[in-house]
């Protein structure tokens, strides 16, 4: 299932355009049940069965985490987590990112993201898939406070070269190969991957 950014027709048909209004109709629902007047978020991208932003929730009891993932098995598998362990400072979303940035109110903010292991798109048709492009930064940048770290991993040597590249000539972000990663805590395709690669960028 694709419906972000780049999978977004040229020219939209009415259908299209009914349908995505009515899927971000039911985010900012979703998103208003667990904001509760929050202002600053920490985000994960396709968090997937939820096991990293669990840990990191943990151990960031001041941080507020929103996790997303556009496979609603997932999400529940991250919220099944969240409340074994009874965490208050931990949502996980049935959502796609370009949904979610659509419709994220102005005043919210995220103070750092994540996007760890995203779908690789190895066939050149369909690097127009991959999430890290100038457009979604664009927006990511928009909706982020100054300072915001995105973090970035990936195993997927080829993606990587090319979204430090996409990151690298954004004008919103600055690439910082000078600072650690921030947080470890293997995901269910790190513990699967060989090598990864990761990169981090601050938010100008
Ligand atoms: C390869 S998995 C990685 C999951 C997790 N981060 C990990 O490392 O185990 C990529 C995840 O991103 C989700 N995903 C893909 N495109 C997305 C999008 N545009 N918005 C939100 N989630 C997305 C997929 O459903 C999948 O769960």
Redesign the pocket.
Known sequence: ????FSAMPERPSNDHEALQSTRRAEVLARLEGVLAGRKRLTL??????G??LNAYAVAHPDRFCVG????SD?VRRGLRKRDRAGLANLAFLH????D?LAVLPAEVKFEAVFV?????WPKRRHWKNR?IQPAFLSTLARSSVAGAPLYF?TDYEPYFAEAREVVASHADWELRNDMPWPFEYT????ARAPVYHSLIAIRR
């Open positions: 299932m694709v419906f972000g994960e991208v396709g968090s997937g069965h096991h990293f997303i993932d556009i496979m997932r959502a796609e990112a370009g979610l760890l292991f995203p779908d690789p999430l991993r995901t269910v395709f790190q």
